[in-house]
């Protein structure tokens, strides 16, 4: 039968073909015959003697979408060496070793790699193809079978495992949901699949009937992993991750407003969140369907209320301003972690209290009198004007009744002084004349007097009868704490103010202008300390010793510390004055409030804070939000970098030669700033764009950025080129056309010498979003 050509060409094969002598000394390519011009060769016959005269040769079926199913091929081997059959995917269909027969059979069309099945013809033992056992989980490999695991991605939820995922890995990428398993009865005994929580939220999975590690289902964290499997009846996981939180960490977020605010990005699933701003109506703070704790700091101002819940929560707990509480979340509802209990008062004697509302009360439950302190006294113990004791018997002082002389006898009254070196008693007399410039006189006696001028003075030119004396001042518990007159150190000279008033100052000054004040030991001082100077007057306090000469010396002989202290609940001021002698104050530190910093007479601007508040505050005056905690470049979120990389306009890519150059980069955030310094040329060999693809992993966006910049081209010629970046790190320069100037593409001449020019720079964002 002929046929006529038409449309010219030549014909293609009206049949299949019977035989096929196929020797090859390379990898060969079939083709079906309705497919192959009758003049070609390689086409599918019912028989192929094949004839492989090199080892390791493939023999590869065309796509089985073209043939219908039941098409069969017998391959002979013969020739010496073995050969591969493989279908169109490359994937194996059968070894043929010399001498063998094997006959294919296509069974599935539905794909380009089909199925087959393989018979072996003639041989005295049958041996089993591993590509016609490959099953769910398995691979045929050469010969071999070989453990697969498929994968497949759930987006949407809910979504349901089937029969056919047997062996797979499903990998959830959406927020919370549910995963439905098939029935156990159906798929079987042994029957399993793997699953991942690749998504935002907590993932239930859940079987229609029988338990999943003895419970009705089971929640899959994000992040979390498992292998399923089942007996026929129940479920069982192994290998299933349980999420932990390592570390405990803090975030502070503005919230003003009002309505929902929804926690994102960096801001989901952290533990102890701190909310601030003005609200201007009643805010709920809207979190996650996953199990997580919440340490809450409400810090808004406003008289709204601010509450935490999931987004479909009913009734959600809230926080007042300024309270702290600690909330959980089950994956449902956001739950308080503590339930508060009242207080009943008044608290009883037998729980620590006093059974009272009021102090008489109190001291009446207590045993005491309701107004009177009652002192007991031992038995035998003198009284003056009393009389012995013969019984133990309380002593009752009416405090609304005590006396008090208000005039001192210079002849009768006195302090007593102990002389430790003598171990005796020793008057302090209190007198209003000057009666001897001797401190201790040779009867022992302390005296102070005044001078003409009303000051009471401790002082001693020398010692009348040449015994060193001291007045010793020691605590209550014996330990000596500073002397006067001694010929040894004091350990502390303390100077106290107990004056409650503005004008009770201690000062230490000098009238002299070349005077200075000298603290050879340690200078406390729990008042006012004023180091003032005038017109003629440069005072200071200098700390100099006699072995350093001039040499600043602060504290004690092994320290360097000046010690400054104030009481509690006071303030010390450092002070200064401006142009017009106005006190103004710079420092204000007080134990119970920290260190607070001014700015002339404008008020406070900066001051300190706990460490768990920031540890520093400062005053914005600009938006009248008042002391804020001093932000970091942490709290914002970015990331600054800058480095540089060197990359090779190499052969192959534009160049003859190969060229290396350096390209310096900055980083800010998600933006990124490219520089090439100097330029880099090269001799010319294509017109196709030239390029760099030794990008850093981190500088590579996440799709293609556009850009320009001046090159050379042909020696001469400066362009403007075209600059692309791609998402594998790829930068490439296109020429324009110069015929159709915007068109940008292989437009380089190739000859002479092109390159970029020193100087170009380009800035691009590395998200899409």
């Given amino acids: 039968m002929s046929y006529t050509d038409v449309f010219g060409g030549n014909l293609i094969f009206p ?84 001498g063998e027969q094997w006959v294919l059979s296509l069974t599935d069309n539905t794909t380009d790699m089909g199925a087959w099945t393989t018979f072996q013809l003639g041989a005295s033992v049958a041996v089993a193809s591993a590509s016609a056992l490959a099953g769910a989980g398995i691979k045929a490999i050469g010969l071999l079978l070989n453990q697969r695991i498929g994968s497949d991605v759930e987006a949407a939820t809910p979504f349901t495992v089937v029969n056919g995922d047997r062996a797979k890995c499903l990998i959830y990428t959406a927020g919370a949901g549910t995963c439905n398993l098939p029935n156990a009865a159906t798929v079987g005994n042994d ?77 989901l699933n952290r533990i102890s969140y701190r909310f601030t701003g003005a609200l201007t109506g009643n805010r709920r703070i809207v979190v996650p369907n996953t199990t997580q704790q919440y340490w809450v700091d409400n810090q808004t101002s406003g008289a709204f209320t601010l509450s935490i819940s999931t987004a479909a929560q009913v009734g959600p707990p809230s926080v007042n301003p300024g309270d702290t509480v600690i909330f959980y979340c089950d994956a449902t509802d956001v739950i308080n972690a503590v339930n508060t209990a009242a207080i009943a008062l008044p608290v009883l004697i037998s729980q620590g209290g006093t059974s009272a509302t009021t102090a008489p009360n109190a001291l009446l439950n207590l045993g005491a009198a309701a107004s009177a302190i009652e002192i007991q006294t031992a038995a035998l113990s003198g009284l003056s004007g009393g009389g012995d004791l013969t019984a133990n018997r309380p002593l009752l002082l009416d405090v609304n009744n005590l006396t008090a002389e208000t005039v001192i006898d210079t002849a009768a009254d006195f302090i007593g002084i102990w002389d430790a070196d003598a171990g005796a008693m020793r008057k302090f007399l209190i007198e209003d004349v000057v009666i001897s410039d001797s401190l201790i006189d040779s009867a022992g006696n302390v005296r102070a007097f005044a ?61 002299h202008a070349s005077a200075e004040i000298l603290i050879g030991n340690r200078l406390r001082i ?95 005056t600009l938006t009248g939000a008042g002391f804020e905690r001093a932000l970091t470049e942490s709290d914002l979120g970015i990331e600054t970098e800058s480095g540089s990389f060197s990359v090779d306009f190499g052969i192959g890519g534009g160049f003859s030669d190969s060229n290396s150059v350096t390209i310096q980069y ?104």
């Fill in 15 to 98: 049949s299949r073909v019977s035989y096929l002598a196929l020797s090859i000394a390379v990898d060969a390519v079939l083709q079906w015959p309705t497919e192959q011009q009758i003049t070609g060769g390689n086409v599918v016959a019912d028989i192929i003697d094949v004839n492989a005269t090199a080892v390791g040769l493939t023999v590869d079926m065309p796509d089985a979408r073209v043939a219908s199913t039941g098409n069969k091929v017998t391959f002979n081997n013969v020739g010496a060496n073995s050969f591969l059959v493989r279908d169109v995917t490359g994937g194996t269909i059968q070894t043929v070793q010399p």
């Fill in 666 to 769: 900055l980083r800010y955030g998600d933006l990124v700033h490219l520089t090439m310094p100097t330029a880099n040329f090269g001799n010319s060999n294509a017109n196709s764009c030239f390029t760099v693809n030794t990008m850093p992993v981190g500088l590579r966006p996440a799709s293609t950025r556009y850009g320009s910049g001046p090159c050379i081209d042909n020696a001469a010629s400066i362009v403007l080129a075209q600059v692309t970046i791609s998402s594998g790190g790829v930068i490439s320069f296109f020429a324009p056309n110069s015929a159709n100037p915007p068109n940008y593409g292989n437009f380089w001449t190739t000859s002479g010498v092109k390159g970029v020019g020193a100087g170009w720079s380009m800035t691009y964002r590395l998200t899409d979003s």
């Fill in 526 to 620: 729990l008042s006012t300390l004023q180091v003032r100077g005038g017109a003629n007057n440069t005072a200071g306090i200098n700390l100099t010793t006699t072995a350093y000469g001039n040499r600043a010396f602060l504290g004690y002989v092994s320290s360097d510390t000046l010690v400054l202290e104030n009481l509690p609940n006071q303030n010390f001021d450092i002070q200064g004055e401006n142009s017009i002698t106005a006190t103004v104050v710079i420092l204000r530190t007080n134990p119970n409030t920290g260190v607070h910093l001014f700015f002339n007479n404008d008020g406070e601007i900066a001051r300190s804070a706990s460490l768990a508040n920031g540890g520093f505050e400062v005053n914005n």
């Fill in 451 to 511: 001078d003409t001028g009303g000051n009471l003075q401790l002082r001693s030119d020398a010692n009348a009868d040449a015994v060193p004396r001291r007045l010793q001042f020691t605590h209550q518990d014996g330990t000596v704490v500073g002397f006067i007159g001694q010929n040894s150190f004091s350990e502390e000279m303390l100077i106290q103010n107990n004056i409650n008033n503005a004008d009770g100052t201690i000062e230490i000054s000098t009238t």
């Fill in 191 to 267: 029957w399993f699949f793997m699953l991942r929580n690749s998504g935002s939220g907590t993932l239930n999975v859940l079987p229609p009937a029988g338990l999943i590690d003895g419970s009705a289902s089971l929640n899959l964290d994000p992040n979390g992993s498992s292998f399923i499997f089942t007996d026929g009846v129940n479920w069982f996981t192994v290998g299933l991750t349980v999420a932990s939180t390592i570390a405990f960490d803090f975030v502070s977020i503005p919230v003003p407003g009002s309505g929902d605010f929804v926690l994102s990005g960096a801001n």
